[in-house]
Every structure is written in C-alpha cells, then in structure tokens.
C-alpha cells in the first residue's frame, strides 16, 4: 500500500520513511503544502499523512482543497497542535484522524491500520460526469442521455471510485481497498467479475468510454478516441 507524507520536518521525514517502509508500505514525501497538493491530484495513495503547519499552503488549506475537488483519499494530521478546538477543526474539514506530535510510531501505525480497516466512504448526493456519462449516487443511477441504468450499491462504488479519478490508472490492491475495505475477505477474481459487468452498464446506456486494462497493474476509465 502507498503512503503519502507531507512534512517539513527532514528528520521526521527520514524517520517514517524507514520505520513505515520497514512495516511494508510505500512512502512518497513531500516537504510543503503546494508540491503536496500536486502529489494528491497527480498519484494515487491508500493514505496521507498531512502536517497542518506546512511551508506556502498549509495542511488545512491542501485538505480543503483536496475535499472540494471530491479526491476522498483518508487523511491523518500529524501536527503540534492538539487542543480540543484544532482537533475539532481539523476532523470538521474532511480528515479521518488527528495525531499530536510526538507520538510513537507504535500508537500512529495502530491508527494507520485502523484508517486503513474502513472503506472510503465513496457514496454522496452529488452528480458526478464524465465523457458521456452521469451518475447519481444516492439513486445508483447510471445515465448516458435518455439511456439510464439502475447499479448495484458495490458496482455503484466501482463506477463512483473511477470517476473520481478519472484517465488515472488504479491499482488492483488500491480498488480493492477503496471498495471492498481492507479486512474483506474477497478474492481477486471478484474484481475482474465486476469490471465486466461495469462494462455491460456503459454499454448499455451506449457510453463511448471503456474501461481499459493495464497488464500487470490494474484498470483505467478514458474515453475512447477514434
């Protein structure tokens, strides 16, 4: 699984890094708020570990930003400020947990696994569009012009995770854990059954975009061109 890390502190950079590397995860760094935020748009993370004071936009501005433009990627604050009033301010704008610093890496890989544990709660009132499509989440309704079809709530969420992300190639491992959840017991195999049947649904409303496999890797929604 990969992490991403937004922290000015060198030291507590290189610390992580090989203490969360050592526990099996993949780490990208980033040192300020602005270079962050490109990391957030352009890859993607299982989970980010976001200082609040950070050089240039600082970690409440990038959460923000992040929650505004519908990237729901879980988001723990690493940060010295642990009064009730910023803790409260920081889980009102969008993060799934607060840690004061200094911790032990003990108690963080503890609240890291247990993020982790949760699926991203994908699903909300908005319509989300893409190439030809729309889909509505709170009716699981998948529309290409007059054409509609009614989803399944766990095909739903695998159409929803892919138009959050839309022409980015998603890992096998990062679908399973934003779909399924980290401690659900399902097999591989489930997943390519539910890419086919997502392909029936865009077909089924005529929809010009394809679900594209990338060996080796995972899946990609794009627009088919020519």
Not at 17 to 41: C, N, P, T
Not at 162 to 175: A, D, S, V, Y
Not at 178 to 192: H, Q, T
């Amino acid at each position: 699984m990969r992490i991403l890390l937004i922290e000015d502190d060198e030291s507590l950079c290189l610390t992580l890094s090989f203490q969360l590397g050592q526990e099996g995860f993949d780490l990208d760094v980033s040192r300020d708020g602005e270079e962050g935020l490109l990391f957030i748009r352009e890859r993607i993370h299982d989970l980010i570990l976001l200082d609040r004071m950070l050089p240039g936009l600082d970690g409440m501005e990038v959460l923000r930003t992040m929650r505004r433009e519908g990237i729901a990627t879980p988001v723990i604050f690493l940060t010295a400020l642990g009064q009730v009033g910023d803790r409260t301010q920081g889980l009102n704008s969008g993060a799934d947990d607060y840690i004061v610093k200094p911790f032990a890496f003990e108690e963080l890989l503890a609240r890291i696994r247990c993020v982790l544990r949760r699926p991203v709660s994908l699903q909300n009132d908005e319509l989300l569009s893409f190439g030809d499509i729309a889909y509505e989440p709170r009716t699981l309704t998948l529309r290409r012009g007059e054409q509609s079809t009614v989803l399944s709530k766990r095909l739903g969420d695998l159409l929803e995770l892919f138009l959050r992300n839309p022409g980015q190639t998603l890992p096998r491992e990062t679908i399973l854990l934003r779909v399924w959840g980290m401690d659900c017991d399902v097999e591989d195999g489930n997943l390519d059954n539910y890419t086919y049947f997502l392909r029936r649904s865009l077909r089924k409303v005529g929809s010009c975009l394809q679900l594209a496999t990338v060996r080796g890797v995972g899946y990609r929604l794009e627009e088919r061109h020519g």
